[in-house]
């Protein structure tokens, strides 16, 4: 499968934001790697999908507390 960029536009507002996520997305099952731009207005997430959905993203992030919503590059 081919792997595509997907983006979210988030409130991971810092580095302790991140954290919390990280586990989660680095264990999900079809991301092969992510990064969050906290210096970026729109707290912008990357994720280099490896057949994960944009609503499987959203729900990873929600669970831990925070927002995602899908962000057009």
């Known amino acids: 499968?081919?792997?595509k960029?997907?983006?979210?536009?988030t409130n991971l507002n810092c580095g302790g934001c991140v954290a919390k996520v990280s586990a989660d997305l680095d264990n999900a099952e079809?991301?092969?790697e992510w990064n969050v731009d906290?210096?970026?207005?729109?707290?912008?997430l990357t994720v280099k999908?490896?057949?994960?959905?944009?609503?499987?993203?959203?729900e990873i992030i929600k669970k831990k507390g925070?927002?995602?919503e899908s962000h057009s590059a």
């Open 1 to 3: 499968m081919e792997s």
């Open 5 to 9: 960029n997907i983006q979210f536009k």
């Open 30 to 32: 079809g991301i092969c």
């Open 38 to 44: 906290t210096s970026n207005s729109d707290k912008i």
């Open 49 to 58: 999908s490896n057949g994960i959905s944009e609503e499987e993203v959203i």
């Open 66 to 68: 925070f927002i995602a």
